[in-house]
C-alpha cells in the first residue's frame, strides 16, 4: 500500500449538509481517515454569488492540502459543485476531485408513474450543469424544479419550527407539478420520487416524509458519491489498510473543523452519524 494511502480523505461545504455524504462515505470505506471542513461562517452558499463560492472552495481545498494533506476531496455541496468543480480540477490536477449533483438518473429509473421532482436551492437549479443533467433524462421522466429558498438556512439554524414548515411547503408543491404551460395540471399522474438535491435536505428527511404519501420515495446522491470515492481510490491505488500504521493514528478517526461553532458541528455529527 503507497504511504499516501494512509492520509485522509478531505470533505467540505458550507455548514452542516456534507454530513449527509459523509454518513454514506464511512458506511462505504470503514478503514479511511476523514477531515471534514464546515465553512458555516459563510453558509448557505446558495444565497452567495458565484464569485464568493469560488474563492471559498479554492481557499478550503489549499487549506485541506497543506495542513491535512488529504489525498481526495469530496465536495460535498450541490451549490459548490456547480460553481467550482470544473476550475477546482484544473488548479489541483493532481488531486482526485469528486462532486455533488442531483440524483435525477435513479429517481428517474425508480419511478413508475414518470413523474420526478427536484428540491434544490435556485442557484442548483438555475444552473448550466444542471440543466444539462436535467435535459438528458427528460425524454424518459418528467421532471419538476422546486426552488426551495431557506430551507438549507433553516437546517443549518436546526430551526425544527422552521424546517417544519418549509417542508411541508415545498412538498405541497413538488407533488402538485405544473404542466409545461406553467398551470397546475390535475391530470398528471403523481409524483412518486422526489429528488433531495442539496446536501443539507436528507438532514431532514424525517420531516419531509411527514407531508408525504405513503410510498413516496426521497432520493439523495450520498451513495452515488461514496462508490465513486472508492472507485476513485481503488484506481489510484490509495485504499486504506485495515491495519493502522506503525506509530500513526489509529484508522477510521474522523477530525471536523468548523470556522464557526465547532460544539454545534460536533453536537449535529454526533447526531447524524452513526457510531463508528
Excluded at 426552488?147 to 424546517?163: F, K, N, S, V
Excluded at 391530470?187 to 419531509?208: E, F, N, Q
Amino acid at each position: 500500500m503507497p504511504q499516501f494511502a494512509a492520509s485522509p480523505i478531505g470533505v467540505f461545504d458550507s455548514g452542516i449538509g456534507g454530513l449527509s455524504i459523509l454518513r454514506a462515505l464511512r458506511q462505504a470505506l470503514p478503514h479511511e481517515r476523514f477531515v471534514y471542513f464546515s465553512d458555516a461562517r459563510h453558509a448557505p452558499y446558495g444565497e452567495r454569488d458565484d464569485a464568493f463560492i469560488m474563492q471559498r472552495c479554492m481557499q478550503i481545498t489549499q487549506q485541506l492540502l497543506e495542513q491535512e494533506r488529504i489525498k481526495l476531496l469530496v465536495v460535498a455541496c450541490n451549490t459548490a459543485t456547480t460553481v467550482a468543480i470544473g476550475q477546482l480540477r484544473e488548479r489541483f490536477a493532481d488531486l482526485p476531485i469528486i462532486g455533488v449533483e442531483p440524483a435525477i438518473k435513479p429517481a428517474v429509473q425508480a419511478s413508475r408513474s414518470g413523474q420526478v421532482a427536484v428540491l434544490a436551492t435556485e442557484r442548483t437549479l438555475r444552473s448550466r450543469k444542471y440543466q444539462a443533467l436535467r435535459q438528458q433524462w427528460a425524454t424518459q421522466a418528467a421532471v419538476h424544479d422546486v426552488p426551495c429558498p431557506g430551507l438549507a438556512a433553516a437546517i443549518e439554524q436546526d430551526d425544527a419550527t422552521r424546517i417544519d414548515a418549509l417542508c411541508a411547503r415545498y412538498m405541497a408543491q413538488a407533488l402538485r407539478p405544473a404542466a409545461e404551460d406553467g398551470s397546475e395540471d390535475a391530470a398528471l399522474p403523481p409524483v412518486d420520487c422526489i429528488v433531495l438535491g442539496c446536501t443539507h435536505y436528507p438532514l431532514a428527511a424525517a420531516a419531509l416524509l411527514r407531508h408525504a404519501p405513503a410510498g413516496l420515495r426521497l432520493i439523495d446522491s450520498a451513495a452515488a458519491v461514496a462508490q465513486q470515492t472508492q472507485r476513485r481510490l481503488a484506481q489510484a491505488q490509495l485504499l486504506a489498510s485495515a491495519s493502522p500504521c506503525p506509530g500513526g493514528p489509529t484508522p477510521a478517526w474522523l477530525e471536523l473543523c468548523s470556522n464557526g461553532d465547532l460544539h454545534f458541528l460536533q453536537r449535529q455529527a454526533a447526531r447524524h452519524l452513526p457510531p463508528h
